[in-house]
């Protein structure tokens, strides 16, 4: 594994097996953080932005892809190399995940028909797409990210965390098709419902119910619950209940809050309900938890 720390940014690579690596880059200055790196065309790349914004350069600047918060892009081309030339914005964390095509077909070689470009008629085109990432996918990023680990298991562990990535990542619903939900396409309701989620995040102490929430964001409480379900990939509530659990257990790794300050801070009144929410979703207590660290 190579790691740096520039400042307040850091950049590791782990190597997970040959023709298959994890980029971790975190740019928490203020200055933009630029990566670079050959890569070829026997490989495909996936890269998520859990935090701020990157700039993908192409062709020596003539062409830019940007990936905001929340946001994946999938790259493979087997007629050219695709370097990385990587900006990422101050206050930005990315992880990329690339490995050969080879290892690739090798993870889905029973359902290759399940991967739109896996087909016969496909698997030589190029492929770009860029889309939004569940909670569930940015729970994995942060501890892909944070996770503070022995080095002599750190390989295996992010290995382990990459696999449950890609599997969620290609874990796409039946019905997820974007005519039957015609609301999604209107960028105005896009952006109400992504207002949404910053509101319940910014007020997850005391979040407005939603009502509340349809009534502030000017959306009916159908296509808020509908878009918000189809956008995030989970329900208002269970989304804010997977983002204060997430919160609540960076706070705990600091060092620098008690179980009840934590509590507290993500809306629990008392420290016993704070525990058995942390628990239901970890599986631990949050003593346990900081324990195992």
């Known amino acids: 594994m190579n790691k740096k720390n520039v400042a307040n940014g850091s950049f590791a690579e782990v190597l997970l097996e040959e023709g298959f690596f994890v980029l971790k880059i975190k740019n928490d200055t203020a200055q933009i953080q630029k990566i670079s790196r050959e890569i070829d065309n026997s490989f495909i790349q996936f890269h998520f932005c859990l935090k701020g914004n990157a700039k993908f350069i192409f062709n020596e600047g003539r062409y830019a892809l940007e990936v905001k918060e929340e946001n994946s892009l999938l790259l493979y081309n087997p007629q050219t190399d695709l370097p990385l030339n990587l900006e990422l914005l101050p206050n930005s964390w990315l992880v990329s995940v690339v490995m050969t095509i080879r290892k690739f077909h090798s993870l889905f070689s029973k359902e290759a028909d399940y991967i739109p470009f896996l087909s016969e008629g496909n698997k030589d085109k190029k ?57 999604l396409v209107d960028e105005d309701n896009v952006r109400r419902i992504r207002q949404a989620k910053e509101i319940i995040i910014a007020r997850m102490a005391e979040p407005p119910t939603l009502s509340e929430l349809s009534d502030e964001i000017g959306l009916s409480l159908k296509k808020l619950k509908e878009g918000f379900k189809q956008i995030y990939g989970d329900s208002v509530f269970s989304f804010l209940f997977d983002y204060k659990m997430e919160y609540a257990r960076r706070m705990l790794e600091s060092g620098q809050h008690n179980v009840n300050e934590v509590g507290l801070k993500v809306g629990y009144s008392t420290a016993s309900h704070f525990i058995a929410a942390f ?13 195992a660290l």
């Open 279 to 291: 628990k239901k979703k970890y599986g631990t207590t949050p003593k346990k938890y900081l324990m």
């Open 127 to 183: 492929y770009y797409t860029q889309e939004g990432f569940s909670p569930a996918i940015a729970v994995i990023l942060s501890q892909v990210l944070n996770y503070n680990l022995h080095p002599s298991i750190k390989a295996l562990y992010t290995k382990g965390k990459i696999y449950e990535l890609i599997s969620l990542y290609f874990n796409k619903s039946d019905d997820a098709d974007i005519e039957q939900c015609p609301f």
